[in-house]
């Protein structure tokens, strides 16, 4: 793993951003953004998008609690939805702000799985940059990676067409993003399309991939037009993915949408039943929200996490070519599904624990330990990082003590040779030697996700969160190589901006 060397050139950068802070601070008015204690209000609000409600994970006694236990998937939702927000000066809801859904986005230095296995684990602890009085555990979970091109595939885009759609970050951006995808299919693979508004329509029956002409050419033919009263689009979906089904291969759904999901099924319980009930015949679910004012983050989450798939937002081409050109292993092919955490922490050196994160994703022991329970799902590839703020005791940090014990639980899917019906696990002790003082490349961006995310959502964990400390340790990462980190450090500096604090790069 790459160490980062650069404690001289850091301090003299913090040294002067403390003395530009402080001379700001002194000619600001009172109340202006002093440590960014808070998020500015743009005046710019999209009061028809809706959110899962996010209540932050409190601190835990470790005496009393020691294990902590929740489903992990891998949504980057939040991420571009908030970039979207911030480049576009509108409000953001604290609900918008998904810690995990951020840190899920980037890709680190993992250790990644050998020997046949399908996940593998990674451990971290370091002081918190931004509160002096506790340590961040870093949890790195790296999925075995599939060639998309060894898998066999059999898609259905299920396309929203209605009036609301016609815009240019709606049905143009989904047929650009789509046709990338037709791009990369293998000459055997099957393709349908249904649209739905005021009716559905099957646009393309089981077209091979080899036929990329003719399904590029259904794609571009689509037009928005039409109300959103409802149809049979999710029935007739589902129909066309049992027709071409493939033994053993990546059976999905891909639904499209800007809105609400007038797909034939109008009550939300009945919609997640059926797509979990698909989902034990093989028949995965992954959604894409466009577009803005009127997404329904909350029920496309729902609805990923019953059908064994993803959900992700595409705000741009850019961000089109990451999640279905880039990314696209981790996206389509799914390797691992139900995954589940348990982390038991050792009380004679963790006081109390707070997980970061997962909120709407924490687990009974009961239905950690029940293999039927319905957990998250990884893709080809993926990486997943969890971060535990801890309060440690005054035991020092002797060298070979264990800190926690992580165990993971999943079922690997037929694309790794697994039957998908298997709960296996992997485990992973967290010892003393797992801290360190000179944080890595990885320990850096990690926590600077999570202070941004902390600040953005003004949270009473925020501590002495400081935009332009973090912007500091950013800046003397090198991410040349990884445009999308790239991308943060600059949205951060974005932010900054729009707040007055510094300017931008």
Not at 92 to 103: C, F, H, S, Y
Not at 217 to 235: F, P, Q, R, V, Y
Not at 389 to 413: F, H, Q, R, S, W
Not at 479 to 497: G, I, Q
Request: net charge negative; aromatic share 10%.
């Amino acid at each position: 793993m790459k160490k980062t060397n650069f404690i001289k050139s850091l301090s003299v950068i913090l040294a002067l951003l403390t003395c530009v802070t402080v001379f700001a601070s002194c000619s600001k008015a009172d109340g202006a953004y002093d440590n960014f204690a808070g998020a500015p209000n743009f005046n710019n609000s999209l009061n028809n998008e809706s959110y899962t409600e996010i209540v932050e994970n409190p601190f835990v006694n470790a005496a009393e609690t020691p294990s902590s236990y929740f489903s992990i998937d891998a949504n980057t939702t939040s991420y571009p939805n908030l970039r979207r927000l911030i480049n576009n000066r509108y409000d953001i809801p604290k609900d918008a702000v998904r810690v995990e859904e951020m840190l899920n986005y980037f890709d680190y230095d993992y250790k990644t799985p050998d020997n046949g296995e399908v996940l593998a684990l990674n451990a971290s602890l370091f002081d918190t940059p931004y509160n002096s009085e506790t340590k961040l555990l870093t949890i790195g979970l790296a999925a075995q990676s599939v060639e998309f091109s060894t898998v066999k595939n059999n898609l259905v885009f299920l396309i929203d067409v209605s009036g609301s759609m016609y815009s240019e970050d709606k049905l143009p951006l989904v047929q650009q993003a789509f046709m990338m995808l037709v791009e990369n299919l293998n000459p055997e693979d099957r393709v349908s399309i249904v649209t739905y508004a005021s009716g559905d329509a099957v646009v393309l029956s089981g077209a091979y991939g080899y036929e990329k002409q003719k399904i590029i050419a259904a794609i571009e033919d689509l037009t928005a037009g039409g109300s959103t009263a409802g149809s049979a689009g999710i029935n007739r979906a589902y129909e066309l993915a049992a027709q071409y089904f493939i033994a053993g291969g990546n059976n999905r759904v891909i639904l499209a949408t800007d809105g609400d999901f007038n797909v034939g099924i109008t009550n939300n319980n009945e919609l997640e039943r059926l797509i979990a009930e698909k989902s034990k015949s093989g028949v995965y679910f992954s959604g894409f929200c466009v577009g803005r004012g009127n997404v329904k983050f909350d029920r496309m989450e729902t609805l990923a996490l019953k059908g064994n798939g993803t959900c992700s937002y595409i705000d741009s081409v850019n961000e089109a070519k990451r999640a279905l050109v880039t990314s696209i292993g981790g996206s389509m092919i799914t390797v691992a599904k139900d995954v589940k955490a348990g982390i038991t922490f050792n009380p004679e050196y963790v006081e109390s624990y707070r997980l970061i994160g997962y909120e709407n994703k924490l687990l009974t022991q009961e239905e950690f330990e029940n293999s039927d329970t319905d957990a998250g799902e990884l893709g080809s590839g993926h990486t997943v990082t969890v971060v535990y703020e801890l309060k440690m005791t005054d035991k020092a940090l002797a060298e070979g003590e264990n800190i926690a014990d992580v165990i993971i639980k999943y079922k690997p899917t037929e694309n790794v040779g697994g039957d998908a019906e298997t709960e296996q696990e992997v485990t992973l002790g967290v010892g003393t030697d797992a801290y360190h003082a000179e944080l890595t490349e990885n320990d850096i961006f990690v926590a600077s996700v999570v202070e941004f995310a902390l600040i953005l959502r003004n949270s009473e964990y925020k501590a002495d969160s400081n935009l332009d400390l973090m912007y500091a340790r950013l800046a003397v990462l090198d991410l040349s190589d990884d445009e999308f980190k790239a991308e943060f450090r600059d949205l951060v500096s974005t932010y900054s901006a729009i707040a007055g604090q510094i300017p931008p790069a």
